[in-house]
């Protein structure tokens, strides 16, 4: 039976909060409240309350003895937490397979559910379901009539390179802001994550991991900032840098320079010295600018060249994100 659409939102709220939780630091026992959740993911209680009950459904959170709620176990970074149902396989590789044709320019802006059925051969609870993620991914709107509408994404190279140039501009302010904090708890979190990225630079690594703990490294600095402005500019970003970061092809030549970079400006911010870290992370971004953008067109190409496999492909065929090897 197909979710309703507000079960859909619950989904997708509740894969933000974890988002929020993981970004903040939050660890087993940290109490919440629905109402701080909700200006958190920028929504009303009402829905959070549904995604509240998927996530405490789901082990993520509980109601402790008095009744308050609380962190129980946050999921892996590259899982979505509220995606373990029967559907959950279909609406993915459907995801990808709607995001590969965006990025590559064969899925046109103004489409319909039907169509999007008979292109993709789809169940429309499917359809619906993947629609409303991207939705709140922020790259689809409805459209008059009953059709769907897909926004400019970060998708192309002068997209993308426009991106790091919004980035440089925030990103080290965030850092500079006077309320800048960051927690020693996420401190020792995101060393952790990039010491553990540091020592598998050379293996075969989940392109999802790798993006998830990179981009929540810049994500969690932004949320220090304790500016909600500069909080709510990262969270949108990384939303439009996610679907990008998930289909192009890891960086291997710049991996291990990456997580030395992270590592660096993580001293620097222990050290209190904030404007030595803000110099590094600009140098950081300007490093890793020219290869991605490289990355994505080559991606795009490559998907171009595969569009007649991409569009015979039924849903239950093993469709995941292009990777393009740097070296090819």
């Known amino acids: 039976m197909p979710r309703s659409p507000a079960a859909d939102l619950h989904r997708d709220l509740a894969r933000s909060i974890t988002d929020h939780l993981r970004a903040s630091g939050s660890e087993p026992g940290h109490v919440l409240s629905e109402n701080g959740l909700a200006q958190a993911v920028g929504t ?19 109601r402790r003895g008095d009744g308050r709620l609380a962190v129980r176990q946050l999921p892996a970074v590259w899982e979505d937490a509220a995606s373990h149902d029967a559907e959950a396989g279909a609406a993915a590789r459907l995801y990808w397979r709607i995001a590969s044709d965006r990025i590559a320019g064969i899925l046109p802006d103004l489409a319909s559910e039907a169509g999007l059925m008979r292109r993709y051969e789809a169940p429309r609870g499917v359809v619906h379901r993947v629609l409303l993620q991207i939705m709140g991914e922020g790259w ?5 009539a009953g059709g769907w509408r897909f926004l400019a994404l970060i998708d192309t190279p002068s997209s993308y390179d426009e991106s790091y140039r919004f980035r440089r501009a925030i990103e080290p302010a965030a ?51 304790n500016n909600r402005f500069f909080a709510d500019a990262g969270t949108r ?16 030549s710049r991996m291990a320079d990456q997580s030395r970079e992270h590592l660096a400006i993580l001293d620097r911010i222990e050290a209190e010295d904030r404007v030595g870290a803000a110099e590094l992370l600009v140098r950081h971004l300007d490093a890793g600018r020219a290869s991605k ?6 991606t795009r190409l490559r998907i171009k060249a595969l569009v007649p496999s991409l569009s015979s492909v039924t849903p239950t065929a ?3 994100p292009v990777m393009v090897d740097p070296a090819a």
């Not at 959070?48 to 459904?57: I, K, M, T």
């Not at 953008?293 to 080559?298: F, Y």
């Open 175 to 225: 850092l500079l802001d006077p309320a800048f904090a960051l927690a020693p708890r996420v401190a020792a979190r995101l060393r952790r994550e990039q010491e553990g990225l540091l020592a598998q630079a050379e293996k075969e690594a989940d392109p999802r991991e790798v993006f998830e703990l990179n981009s929540g490294f810049h994500l969690a600095l932004m949320l220090a900032s």
């Open 44 to 62: 009303s209680r009402s829905p959070v309350r549904g995604a509240v009950q998927v996530l405490l459904d789901l082990g993520v959170l509980e």
């Open 318 to 320: 093993a469709t995941t």
């Open 140 to 144: 689809a709107e409805r459209a008059p």
């Open 293 to 298: 953008a490289r990355l994505l067109e080559d």
């Open 237 to 252: 970003v990384t939303r439009l840098r996610r679907l990008v970061g998930y289909v192009i092809a890891l960086d291997r």
